[in-house]
């Protein structure tokens, strides 16, 4: 049997409910097919569970720092692992019911089932039919697992089941030092795990400004230890896990792995859209429409690896659900791009980064914390912000940071860079004293010195004074 719709959305995590959202503004005649949860990754095993564990471990590793402040007692602090992540389970739970209510009242609209492509404009959807003037693809993604780690079994983890742990054992590896390696392997070391931490790349995070890297990898290492530069390999030894890599190892409970993410793309018959797919299995599509090729055909979120960001899904959901109804798909400008990584200090990639510039054409400005007063005051004082501007027309183009509060220096960043500002107009927007904010200041500064041209004064000191309550 086959029922026709006017849309077909293919997945029910935070891009295809983002497109439901508005599909649902322009017709009654949809149906959202979803294989697996719901609930979106975001909210069940991503961002929201994820930060719920590191709030836990931000509080720890804080009451451990109480008598640098004159506050005595914190020796007597203590975790309980089971505790944690029960809180972490209770509060992920809160954030899922809400988005169930979303699909909940689907009914009808809403089938349970792996939707594969017979041909551009028809589903098969188990033994059902679903023909659909158009079809949005919103599958998401899932970790990525070589084989050597999967034939861990229970003793390898992945962040769809890392939350689902009554308790964590004492020794731990984390496989990938990306942004969810590193944050988690940062938490789980201040909640008094042995964790060692491994990736065949010098670079962590995301970062690729070198200099930059050094200091969070040194900062990161002063809490676990981190092996950098080769691949690592499981050798299974009785009960316990050798990971080596290179001349390095260590003997551990379980293993996280931490590689990055796959799109649910595999066996949805792609190759019956007509167009030729790339070497991952993605198809042509123009990140402005979400549109696959000139077919009626849409994909968004992790499910085209373009920018697998939850931010950036909700985006190409709204994108893809605005355009499945019109005869012609409208352009869309994209967001500044704006990368998080929720260490301690955070780190952050703010529009165009290092590695993507010609440093002959840019003036890098910069800032290391140590000294800045109000990271001093709060026991903060480390890490560094590197600032790209544009050499010919002093434009801010792109930042990099392992910074205190990076979370919050890069939004107002990514502002600076969307507004297409420049260090001199930056400079002339009030700086509160005393915030750390006053160091994206000094960075500024330090670019606009590099400028050169007419001293233009920012209506505050143009120069350091050599005094640290005011600089």
Not at 36 to 58: D, Q
Not at 106 to 128: N, T, Y
Not at 144 to 160: F, H, N, Q, Y
Not at 164 to 172: D, N, R
Request: glycine fraction near 10%; charged fraction near 25%.
């Amino acid at each position: 049997m086959t029922k026709s719709y006017d849309v077909a959305i293919i997945g029910a995590g935070s891009a295809g409910l983002t497109a439901l959202r508005e599909v649902r503004k322009q017709t009654d005649n949809f149906v959202l097919i979803n294989d697996g949860s719901y609930g979106t990754t975001c909210a069940r095993v991503g961002c929201m569970p994820s930060k719920t564990l590191i709030e836990a471990a931000i509080a720890f590793h804080r009451g451990k720092a109480l008598e640098t402040f004159g506050v005595g007692g914190a020796e007597r602090l203590t975790v309980n692992i089971p505790a944690v992540l029960r809180r972490v389970r209770r509060l992920r739970d809160g954030f899922v019911a809400g988005m169930l209510k979303l699909t909940d009242e689907l009914k009808d609209r809403s089938i349970a089932g792996r939707a594969r492509f017979l041909e551009p404009q028809v589903l098969a959807v188990g033994e059902r039919r679903v023909h659909a003037g158009k079809i949005i693809i919103a599958t998401g993604s899932r970790p990525i697992v070589p084989k050597e780690w999967a034939a861990l079994g229970t003793r390898m983890l992945t962040s769809d089941d890392l939350f689902e742990q009554e308790t964590l054992p004492s020794h731990m590896a984390v496989i990938g030092m990306g942004g969810l390696g590193s944050e988690i392997a940062q938490a789980l070391a201040r909640l008094g795990i042995e964790v060692t931490g491994f990736d065949a790349a010098e670079h962590i995070a995301g970062l690729s400004d070198t200099d930059v890297n050094r200091q969070a990898v040194a900062l990161l290492r002063a809490e676990f230890a981190m092996h950098l530069g080769q691949a690592a390999e499981p050798v299974i030894e009785g009960e316990r896990i050798r990971v080596r890599a290179g001349n390095e190892s260590a003997v551990v409970d379980k293993v996280l792995v931490a590689l990055g993410r796959r799109p649910n793309i595999d066996q949805m018959g792609l190759e019956n859209l007509g167009v030729e797919l790339d070497e991952r299995g993605v198809p042509p599509f123009d990140t402005r429409t979400m549109q696959i090729a000139d077919l009626p055909v849409y994909i968004a979120g992790d499910a085209n690896r373009h920018l697998p960001l939850l931010h950036e899904a909700l985006d190409e959901g709204y994108i893809a659900g605005y355009n499945a109804l019109r005869n012609e798909p409208v352009c869309f400008e994209r967001r500044v791009p704006l990368a998080i990584v929720f260490t301690d200090p955070g780190i952050a990639v703010v529009g165009q980064s290092f590695t993507t510039l010609d440093e002959d054409e840019i003036v890098i400005g910069e800032v290391d914390f140590s000294s800045q007063a109000r990271a001093r005051m709060g026991e903060v004082n480390h890490g560094m912000l590197r600032v790209y501007v544009d050499r010919s027309s002093g434009r801010l183009l792109g930042a990099e940071m392992c910074a205190p509060q990076g979370e919050h220096l890069a939004h107002l960043l990514a502002l600076a860079v969307q507004r297409k500002l420049t260090v001199r107009e930056l400079l002339r927007m009030p700086f509160y004293h005393p915030v750390l904010e006053e160091g994206l200041r000094t960075a500024l500064r330090d670019a606009a010195g590099k400028l050169g041209g007419a001293d233009v004064p920012d209506l505050g000191y143009c120069d350091r004074l050599g005094a640290d309550a005011l600089d």
